[in-house]
C-alpha cells in the first residue's frame, strides 16, 4: 500500500484549506483511513479517521472545524479544515488499515510522506 498526501500550503487564520490523500496498491474500500500531525517541537498526534464503512471519529481539538471524508471510487481520503488557527500549523500525514485501532493508535499501519500546513498571518 502506497499513499500519496497533498493539500498543504500557508494559509491566513480562520482560513481553510483541503488534504487529499490517495492511496494505490490495493483496495481502498478494506481500508479505515486516518489523519495525524506533527507540530513543530511536538509529537505526531491523531487527528481524525474514517472506518471503511464511512464512520468518523475526531480529536477534541479539531472536532467541528475538521471533515473527514472519502471517495472510495477516487481512492482518496480528504480532510476539510476549516476556521484554522495558528496552533493547527504542523506536518500532516495520513494513514490507513485495515483494523481502525491501528489508524486511531498510529502505531503500524501505511503512512503517506507528509504535507506542510502553515497557518499565518
Known amino acids: 500500500v502506497q499513499l500519496q498526501a497533498s493539500g498543504g500550503g500557508v494559509v491566513q487564520p480562520g482560513g481553510s484549506l483541503r488534504l487529499s490523500c490517495e492511496l494505490s496498491g490495493s483496495i481502498f474500500s478494506w481500508y479505515n483511513m486516518g489523519w495525524h500531525r506533527q507540530a513543530p517541537g511536538k509529537q505526531r498526534e491523531w487527528i481524525a479517521a474514517?472506518?471503511?464503512?464511512?464512520?468518523?471519529k475526531y480529536e477534541d481539538s479539531v472536532r467541528g472545524r475538521f471533515t473527514i471524508s472519502r471517495d472510495n471510487a477516487k481512492k482518496t481520503v480528504y480532510l476539510q479544515m476549516n476556521s484554522l488557527k495558528p496552533e493547527d500549523t504542523a506536518v500532516y500525514y495520513c494513514n490507513a488499515d485495515r483494523r481502525f485501532l491501528t489508524v486511531v493508535g498510529g502505531r503500524g499501519g501505511s503512512w503517506g510522506q507528509g504535507t506542510l500546513v502553515t497557518v499565518s498571518s
Open positions: 474514517i472506518s471503511g464503512g464511512g464512520s468518523t
